[in-house]
């Protein structure tokens, strides 16, 4: 009976043992400071490898972080000296609209967001496209998410003149990097945004509207457009501003499908009622826009992963098999791990080599002539400038829902203003 005994506290010792070695062996053998992979576990930010933050996806039941993507391969870095036009970029849709974001104007701000990153680190991990709406307020010109062109304390940002400061520095920072933005347009002060990019020091870089071209014919190669410093793109929704302002109107050079809702609606990428349809060939740049009519962050990390890559492929043929060159998006570093970073490598992989991915691609390569045609789920490092991580970005299994009570204040608010007949 003892002998038994004694065999029993021994096998529970061994097995004791085993525990702590088993355990010791996991702890030593994760990885951490730096040299997480994505979608490897992490624990904090500085155990994933560069371009990579830790974070999760509780929507699609990953709840537990995990290293994603959070910086893009800028395409310019391993195949240069392309029409502009042959690239795709990533663009911020209302790229001012920050959470978080400091109240300048006093009261409560009532409206939605739509990113969670300040332009600055939009523009470093690879952003090349900010989507501005801007309204005359307070004697200048505002950022502001609002209804129907006017601007209120509750739906205002900041003055538009510091988001382009951050575009300046940028652009004075980065001598070969081009940006585009794209400005919904409620600005009705005369030569207001020729002023307002003037004072912002923009003007040095404004890409001539003369210039551009109008028949979908071919821009100029990325590389002149460096040389000759016209890295700054600007598009209006106003159509009377080319004449007078020399700011080119939208959609005399672009097509673009539906943006909200029937911009993600599977199978079907019909045109923007103001946009020519998706086939046209009068135009040489095609913006995919790809958000909900409603952004949810928690939602995000689910609709910037596989629905993306379908969404990408139906408005391809849907254009008549034409690579968007501008890939609107919400929250654009949430995924599920590789995002929109991975959707970005492959459209330019495609259409800039042949290849699967952007970082398969050779400089100087015969079309079609690959590194490695299978994509992976190995990240690239980011080429190009880097970024940093600032914002709701580190994510947890209570990442924000929806706050209901804010949606039935903006739909409350809207509905109350057409009641009483106040025109916004």
């Known amino acids: 009976m003892k002998k038994k005994k004694n065999t029993s506290s021994f096998l529970l010792l061994l097995l004791y043992i085993i525990i702590i070695l088993f355990t010791f062996f996991l702890t030593t053998s994760a990885c951490s400071n730096g040299d997480c992979q994505i979608l490897e576990s992490c624990s904090a930010a500085t155990d994933c490898a560069p371009g990579l933050y830790c974070g999760n996806c509780p929507e699609l039941g990953k709840t537990q972080p995990f290293c994603t993507r959070g910086q893009a391969i800028i395409p310019t870095a391993i195949v240069n000296g392309l029409p502009f036009n042959k690239y795709t970029w990533l663009v911020t849709h209302n790229a001012f609209s920050i959470v978080d974001a400091p109240l300048l104007t006093g009261p409560q701000r009532i409206t939605f967001y739509n990113q969670e990153d300040s332009v600055t680190n939009q523009l470093r991990n690879g952003v090349r496209g900010l989507m501005l709406d801007m309204y005359d307020f307070?004697?200048?010109?505002?950022?502001c998410h609002s209804f129907r062109g006017q601007c209120y304390n509750i739906t205002a940002f900041q003055p538009a003149i510091n988001t382009l400061r951050e575009v300046e520095a940028f652009l004075s920072s980065n001598p070969t990097e081009i940006v585009t933005i794209i400005i919904e347009d409620y600005v009705h002060t005369p030569k207001g945004l020729n002023k307002l990019f003037t004072d912002a020091g923009l003007d040095k870089y404004w890409f001539p509207v003369s210039q551009m071209p109008k028949k979908g014919e071919d821009w100029p190669t990325v590389?002149?457009?460096?040389?000759?410093?016209?890295?700054?793109?600007?598009?209006?929704?106003d159509s009377s501003k080319e004449a007078t302002e020399g700011?080119?109107?939208?959609?005399?050079?672009?097509?673009?499908?539906?943006?909200?809702?029937?911009?993600?609606?599977?199978?079907?990428?019909?045109?923007r009622k103001e946009s020519k349809p998706l086939t046209s060939k009068t135009a040489s740049l095609f913006l995919q826009n790809y958000f909900p009519t409603m952004p949810v962050q928690a939602e995000a990390c689910k609709e910037n992963s596989t629905p993306l890559m379908e969404m990408v492929g139906t408005c391809y043929k849907a254009a008549g098999n034409t690579m968007p060159n501008f890939l609107a998006v919400n929250f654009y570093m949430r995924s599920d791990g590789g995002g929109v970073f991975d959707a970005l490598d492959r459209m330019n992989g495609q259409t800039l080599c042949g290849c699967a991915s952007v970082a398969s691609c050779q400089a100087g390569a015969p079309f079609g002539t690959c590194r490695n045609n299978a994509v992976t789920n190995n990240s690239t490092s980011p080429r190009g400038p880097s970024g940093s991580f600032s914002g709701s970005v580190q994510m947890t299994s209570s990442a924000s829902r929806i706050d209901f009570t804010s949606l039935l204040a903006v739909y409350g608010l809207y509905f109350l203003m057409n009641m009483v007949g106040i025109l916004l």
Request: proline residues 7%; aromatic residues 10%; glycine residues 6%.
């Open 138 to 143: 307070e004697n200048d010109i505002w950022l």
């Open 223 to 237: 590389t002149s457009m460096a040389e000759d410093n016209h890295r700054l793109l600007v598009f209006t929704s």
């Open 247 to 271: 700011i080119a109107y939208q959609w005399r050079y672009m097509v673009e499908n539906a943006p909200g809702d029937p911009g993600v609606q599977q199978g079907s990428c019909p045109n």
